[in-house]
């Protein structure tokens, strides 16, 4: 089993629209959860980070976390073509080590 | 401030051959990881540096890589002997690491290696 697990996808939702982008893992003692936005060709760079069971939101994404399924979500909603990237999740393990998960190509289409 | 940087941005080497990969991290960021990424796949954690701790190098795939962090700040990730499995994009990140254990990591531009 990998540490850190997302649907590959292509996921493709059209503009305007909610996407959904899921994530698990296996560390049970895993306490910080990260969502990574990556453009082609371009670096990581952080979206959204969440410690806590529930909820967060900034702007027009949303972090989900839920440490007894060992899940993490991530919703953008009014999705544009802007957004279409991979999206990785990444967990800070108990041994404080960071794994990332493979990616979810996410396209918007206009 | 600055941010993350790598050198070079592009490495072209022939099978056999070391090569050496410089990452600088953010000034004061005591974290330091390198992570592999081949083309359309997603991050191959390597190795990481905390402090002056002892590296985990749980991720390093073979004997053939090895990295130093010197004086707490400039890493140099080194592979021996290139073979073409290891053409992937090398990226270095840092961050600041928390009480609480939180570590937003902030990566560099990467390298670009391509064993021929």
């Known amino acids: 089993q990998k540490e850190v697990e997302q649907n590959s996808g292509p996921l493709s939702v059209p503009e305007g629209a909610i996407a959904s982008l899921n994530c698990t893992y296996s560390d049970r003692g895993s306490q910080s959860f990260f969502w990574y936005r990556q453009y082609s060709g371009k670096s990581p760079e952080l979206i959204m980070s969440?410690?806590?069971?529930g909820d967060k939101e900034d702007g027009r994404f949303t972090a989900q976390l839920n440490k007894a399924s060992q899940y993490v979500s991530l919703l953008i909603r009014d999705s544009q073509p802007s957004d279409s990237a991979t999206y990785l999740c990444?967990?800070?393990?108990?041994?404080?080590?960071?794994?990332f998960g493979a990616g979810t190509r996410l396209t918007v289409k206009p | 401030g600055a941010g993350v940087s790598q050198s070079p941005s592009n490495k072209v080497t022939e099978k056999g051959k070391d090569v050496e990969l410089r990452c600088d991290p953010i000034?004061?960021?005591?974290?330091l990881y390198w992570y592999r990424q081949s083309l359309g796949q997603g991050l191959e954690f390597l190795i990481y540096?905390?402090?002056?701790?002892?590296?985990?190098k749980s991720g390093l795939p073979s004997d053939r890589f090895s990295a130093e962090r010197t004086g707490g700040s400039v890493s140099t990730l080194t592979i021996q002997r290139t073979q073409q499995e290891d053409s992937a994009v090398y990226l270095c990140?840092?961050?600041?690491?928390?009480?609480?254990?939180?570590?937003?990591?902030?990566f560099g531009p990467g390298t670009r290696l391509t064993v021929l």
């Open positions: 990140a840092s961050s600041v690491r928390t009480s609480g254990g939180a570590d937003t990591q902030y």
């Open positions: 990444a967990v800070n393990t108990n041994n404080n080590d960071m794994r």
């Open positions: 000034s004061g960021h005591t974290a």
């Open positions: 969440i410690y806590s069971n």
């Open positions: 540096f905390q402090g002056n701790s002892a590296p985990d």
